[in-house]
Every structure is written in structure tokens, then in C-alpha cells.
């Protein structure tokens, strides 16, 4: 079954300001990560957030995650053109052999 | 250099044929993956193998084979094809994959179109 909702589906901004992407999960997990993919590509990994982490930078890019609610968020400041993309999170779950579960996605288009 | 590689990029074959798809990983790694990439987005994973072991086996059906001749390739084969199978195809590579997820590294994907 599917683990990562991310909401909104579709999110378009003017270059410059920010996107915020939200993403809820269903059970345990070890990490959440959040991946981009242009159209066409494979996936590129942003950033991993581990469980016992509440927040994380990475250039442009901040994570948040809250164990509680069993949500993450992607802040992408100062938006680009080329960050138009679709955003997935993927959790991550605690044990042996696990394997990531994909959200739908987010389709960001960042207007010049 | 290419990290993972796949080929080919683009697959167009008749209902019935049987088709493979290469993958191979230059980073070291230990386990390569498989993904499904249906129209809407949504990404599966269909398999998994460690050192050539199989580790993940999702619910596929089974003229889905995957072959893992060393740990570099993971190749993937299809019987029988059928138009929903039609989807682009993913491998992926990552450090370890024995325990909790870890950062996986992705192709650039093999649009297959079934006719």
C-alpha cells in the first residue's frame, strides 16, 4: 500500500518565492527522503531526514519532519525556473531489507 | 562517467514479444533495484537484489524475471508482454540495502510501449 501522500499535487509559483510541499506517511520509519525528477529523467536524491531529526538544510532545500503528526515538509527558497520538477517523498521503514515507498508526487512549476 | 546506466532508453514491441532491459551500476554498490513508473507518476518497486541475492520480491507477475549475473547488473526480462505493461522502468543502485533504506541512486529510465 502506499506510505507518502504529498499535497498539493500540483504547485505553480513566480521565480523568486518559495514552494512548500507537504508529505504524510502511515506507519513507523526510519527516514523520509525527498527526491526530484525532470521531465523525462531518473530521479535525483535531495535530501534523507532520519526519524530522531526534526529539521534539515541543504543549500536551497529545507526538510522538516514531525514523527508525531507523521508529516514532512519541503521548503525550496528563492525559487528557480529549473526547479520546475516533480517532488517525491519516500519513506523509508525501520527493519532489514527495507525498501523505500514512494509517494504520488508533486508537479512544481516555477514560472519565470 | 554514468553512475546507472540503462539500455535501451526507449522499447516499442508487440503484445506477446518477449523483451530485456540492462541496467548497470558503477558506484560500488551493493543492491540494485527495479521500478515500475506507471502514467500518473506513481513509482513501484517490483524488485531487489543484494550481492545477486534476491532480497524484495513485490507482487509482480511472474513473466517479470529479474537476473542479477554479479552485483555491477541487474537485468530484467519480460515474457509475454502486455499493454500494461507499458510504463518507463527504473533501475536504481544503493550503498547497502540490507538494512534500513538508504539513498538510492536512480537510472534514467526505459520507456516501454506495448502495442
Known amino acids: 500500500s502506499q506510505q507518502g501522500e504529498e499535497d498539493p499535487q500540483a504547485l505553480s509559483i513566480q521565480e523568486g518565492e518559495n514552494a512548500t510541499m507537504n508529505c504524510s506517511y502511515k506507519?513507523?520509519?526510519?527516514?523520509l527522503q525527498w527526491y526530484r525528477q525532470n521531465s523525462g529523467r531518473g530521479l535525483v536524491h535531495l535530501i534523507l531526514?532520519?526519524?530522531?531529526?526534526r529539521e534539515k538544510h541543504s543549500g536551497r532545500l529545507r526538510v522538516t519532519l514531525d514523527t508525531s503528526k507523521k508529516s514532512s515538509s519541503l521548503l525550496i527558497t528563492a525559487s528557480r525556473a529549473a526547479d520546475t520538477a516533480s517532488y517525491f517523498c519516500?519513506?523509508?521503514?525501520?527493519?532489514?531489507?527495507?525498501?523505500?515507498?514512494f509517494g504520488k508526487g508533486i508537479t512544481l512549476s516555477v514560472r519565470p | 562517467d554514468t553512475a546507472v546506466s540503462q539500455t535501451p532508453k526507449y522499447l516499442v514491441t508487440q503484445m506477446g514479444n518477449d523483451k530485456s532491459i540492462k541496467c548497470e551500476q558503477n558506484?560500488?554498490?551493493?543492491?540494485m533495484y527495479w521500478y515500475k513508473q506507471d502514467s500518473k507518476k506513481f513509482l513501484k518497486i517490483m524488485f531487489s537484489?543484494?550481492?545477486?541475492?534476491?532480497?524484495i520480491n513485490e507482487t509482480v507477475p511472474n513473466r517479470f524475471s529479474p537476473k542479477s549475473p554479479d552485483k555491477a547488473h541487474l537485468n530484467l526480462h519480460i515474457n509475454s508482454l502486455e499493454l500494461g505493461d507499458s510504463a518507463v522502468y527504473f533501475c536504481?543502485?544503493?550503498?547497502?540495502?540490507?538494512?534500513?533504506?538508504?539513498?538510492?541512486?536512480f537510472g534514467p529510465g526505459t520507456r516501454l510501449t506495448v502495442l
Open positions: 536504481a543502485s544503493s550503498q547497502d540495502g540490507r538494512g534500513p533504506a538508504d539513498t538510492q541512486y
Open positions: 506507519t513507523s520509519i526510519n527516514n
Open positions: 531526514i532520519r526519524s530522531n531529526e
Open positions: 519516500a519513506t523509508g521503514q525501520t527493519g532489514a531489507n527495507s525498501k523505500l515507498t
Open positions: 558506484l560500488g554498490h551493493d543492491t
Open positions: 537484489y543484494n550481492n545477486k541475492e534476491l532480497i
